[in-house]
Structures are given as C-alpha cells and as structure tokens.
C-alpha cells in the first residue's frame, strides 16, 4: 500500500516568514494529494489539493509543489500569521487517502 | 447542511465493554470513512464504505466492525474495548469526481474523544 512520510515533525516560524513542509509517497500510482490543517481540538480541513496533471497550485498565501518523477510534494505558506499555527497533514490518494504523520507549526509574535 | 456529525463527542469505556459510535452526512456523499487519530501517527484508515451496500477494511481494522446503515449513516462498533483503542475517532466522507484524474476530498466530523481504562 502507499506509504506518505512528512517532515518536520515540528516547525517553529517567526511572524511573516515563510514556512515548507514536504511530503514523499511511494505509489507511483497515487494520483490526488490533498493538505489538511487542523486547528487544536477541532476536525482536519482541507486547505489546498493538486492533482498529478498539475505541477503547482497557488491560493493566495499557499502553494502546493509537486514532482511526480521524485514522488514527493511540498507545502509553502508565506507571510505567516499567528492564525496558521495548527497542525498540517499531506496525504496520498490511490483508491484511499494515505495520511503522513502531521507537522505542527508554530507562528512566534 | 450540518455536514459530517458524530455521536457521541466524548466517552469513557471500561475494557471489555462494547459501544457504537454513530455518523451521519448530508451532503448525499457516496463514500464514508472511519479513521482513529493518535498522536504522532497522523490518520490512520480503520474502515470505508465506497457506496451503499459496500465496506472494505483499511490500514488498522482489527478490534472494529462498521456498518452502512443507508446512504446517509456509517456507524463503527467496538465489541470488546481495550485500551489500546483510546484514540480520537474521525469519520469522514467524499463525493468521488473524476476527470482525467480522480479525486476524494474528504470532509470530516468534529471527532470523538474514546478513553478505554
């Protein structure tokens, strides 16, 4: 079966700089790869998904990178803000969603 | 549209006891999922259901049963609680879209927080 792994575990940023997690999946197959943030104590929301057909998407402070020949996938968001601290899961889509382990970020004033 | 709820929000087992946990969407969603949520393990798939009528086990589904109750209700049974399943339970659902590639966003309930002493 697909196996995502995602690194940091944890990210610590300073307000308005930029924080990268990335994601690696190992079924050449997988074609759908969704981000979800999940804010303490509530449900995982999808933020922003790509598809393999698409090399990058944006949604105004957010951007998805993908590399299919690699297998891996990255999260950008920009100018940070104390409102995007929360935990972030990738996850790999081949029949069923494979979820990675989570990275926790953490905005600092 | 209430989404995706759960029932209940929070419960304390004794091991050995058995519950049913209850999820309902009404977004006409053809597919339905269980996860458990542990910390440092992300989501893990227990069970889903792909359409009405159908339930296929996933990654961790040992301990646990589902039922699809209609098109609407997913509802997943703990038999014989142990501790080992105290986890925050999610349940999700998806309209599968298709085009020249298929995709499965996921839309999830508030959770259930599951202690097993």
């Known amino acids: 079966g697909e196996n995502v792994e995602q690194h940091p575990s944890t990210l610590s940023v300073q307000e308005g700089d930029s924080a990268v997690i990335k994601c690696t999946y190992s079924?050449?197959?997988?074609?759908?790869f969704p981000w979800y943030k999940q804010e303490l104590g509530k449900r995982p929301q999808l933020i922003i998904d790509i598809r393999s057909n698409v090399g990058e998407k944006k949604d105004q402070r957010i951007a998805v990178t993908l590399n299919k020949t690699a297998k891996h996938f990255s999260l950008h968001i920009t100018e940070t803000q104390p409102e995007d601290s929360a935990v972030y899961f990738c996850a790999a889509y081949d029949y069923k969603l494979s979820f990675g382990a989570g990275t926790t970020v953490t905005v600092r004033a | 549209n209430a989404g995706v709820t759960q029932t209940p929000k929070f419960q304390v087992l004794k091991t050995g006891q058995s519950m049913t946990l209850q999820c309902a969407q009404d977004m006409n969603h053809n597919s339905m999922y269980w996860y458990r949520q542990d910390p440092g393990m992300g989501l893990r798939l227990i069970y889903y259901?792909?359409?009405?009528?159908?339930?296929d086990k996933g990654e961790v589904p040992n301990g646990y049963n589902v039922s699809r109750l209609n098109k609407r209700e997913f509802s997943l049974r703990l038999e014989s609680a142990a501790p080992s399943q105290t986890s925050v339970y999610f349940c999700?659902?998806?309209?599968?879209?298709?085009?020249?590639?298929?995709?499965?966003?996921?839309?999830f309930g508030p959770g259930t927080r599951l202690t097993v002493l």
């Open positions: 999700a659902s998806s309209v599968r879209t298709s085009g020249r590639t298929t995709t499965d966003t996921q839309y």
């Open positions: 079924d050449s197959a997988s074609n759908y």
């Open positions: 259901s792909a359409s009405e009528g159908t339930t």
